[in-house]
Each structure stands twice: as C-alpha cells, then as structure tokens.
C-alpha cells in the first residue's frame, strides 16, 4: 500500500462544474497537509494548507480527517485555467523529517 | 516567481557518470529540500538539508548525496548515474524545518541519463 494515495484520474469536467480530489495516507503519525498545484512542465506550487476545521479559499475548499486518514480539495464553478495536477502532501517527523506527496490526479477543464 | 533557482536547466550525462545539481534558496530561507520526479509520478522525496545538516532522508540509496552552504544554497550529487536516474530534479526551500512550513519549489533540471 503506498504512503499517500490519491484518485488515479483523470478528471474530465466543463466549465462550471464541481470538482472532488480525495487523498488517504496510512502514517497516522503525519502531522501537516497540503494540496499542490502542477502545471504541465512545470514546478509544483502551494495551493492551500490544510487543516481539521476546514479551509476556503475562494472557490476551493480543502477538509481533513485525522480518524479517518483522509484529505480532500472540492473545487466549485471550475475554470478553464484550473486545467492541471493535483497534488496531494504529507508531512512528518519519522526519524528526520519526512515528506510525501501522492502520484497526483490531472484535471482537464473543458469548455 | 517563488526566487528559487535551479542550475543547470537540462543535462545529459551516461550511465556511470556522476552529476551535481545546484540550487539557490529564496531569501530569508534556511532550508532546502531534494527531490526526484519521474514522468506521470510525484515528486519523491530524497533529503532534506537544515542550517547545513541532513534533516531526513527518503529511501534513496548512498549514491545519492548533497550539501548546504552557509548561504543556504544547496547541492545534490549523484554519482554511479542509472539509466533510471533519468528525471525531474526539483529543489525546494522553506523559511525552516518545521512540518508545517509551505516549500517554494524552483524550475528544475531535467537529467536525461543515457
């Protein structure tokens, strides 16, 4: 079982519509998560942290679940330039600091 | 534009050889991490360097080795190159160690090993 998995994807939407990426992990012992953006040939860059209460930035929405080991990103009223991979993180101490991020699900905005 | 920077942009070495990858940290940052992206896959960590120590470290073998400078700036050597060396390059830094920090990643270098 890997460390971080992600839905495999890819994720075929129009414009407009609502969005999901789910991410579990099986260190319960993580203690920071993140969702990453990448463009195509591009570096990867942060898009929200992610944390137990809930976090909204606009017309994303970022939610954890420490019982449950799980990690989601909605994404409403999808835009054309929304169009990349997303990428889920974890973070930890296991011995050193550790960090893992998931294979990453791509999306495809279409119009 | 996150300030990190990467060098070389692109380079192709053959099976046996060994390569250094450089990085440049954002201003303020103290800590820089490695790692190793495979076409279709995410970034895998291989280590993290803190104030010029190794901070962690993924499962990546002893050939694969690195530095921190006193100005933060980083290098990471491979020596004995695979061909499934072949890969992205990303160098990330931070303003510190801690889990929670966000990481600034830089453009990369795209290795071609042959």
């Known amino acids: 079982r890997k460390e971080v998995e992600q839905d495999p994807g890819p994720f075929n939407v129009p414009e407009g519509a609502t969005v999901a990426f789910n991410c579990t992990y099986s260190?319960?012992?993580?203690?920071?998560f993140f969702w990453y953006r990448q463009d195509c040939r591009k570096e990867p860059k942060l898009l929200m942290s992610v944390y137990s209460s809930g976090n909204e930035d606009g017309r994303f929405t970022a939610q954890l679940n420490r019982a449950s080991q799980y990690i989601s990103l909605l994404i409403r009223d999808s835009k054309l330039s929304d169009s990349a991979t997303y990428l889920c993180?974890?973070?930890?101490?296991?011995?050193?600091?550790?960090?893992?991020f998931g294979a990453g699900t791509r999306l495809f905005v279409k119009a | 534009e996150t300030g990190v920077t990467q060098s070389p942009t692109h380079l192709i070495k053959t099976r046996g050889q060994q390569v250094t990858l450089r990085c440049s940290s954002q201003s303020g940052h103290n800590t820089v991490s490695w790692y190793q992206q495979a076409l279709g896959q995410g970034p895998q960590f291989i280590f993290q360097y803190y104030r010029e120590e190794e901070n962690g470290r993924g499962n990546f073998p002893p050939r694969f080795s690195g530095l921190q400078f006193p100005n933060y700036s980083s290098e990471l050597n491979v020596n004995a190159l695979e061909l499934d060396d072949s890969a992205l390059y990303l160098c990330?830094?931070?303003?510190?160690?801690?889990?929670?920090?966000?990481?600034?990643f830089g453009p990369g270098t795209r290795l071609l090993v042959l």
């Open positions: 260190n319960s012992a993580s203690q920071s």
């Open positions: 993180v974890v973070n930890g101490y296991t011995g050193g600091f550790k960090t893992i």
């Open positions: 990330a830094s931070s303003f510190s160690a801690t889990s929670g920090e966000t990481q600034y």
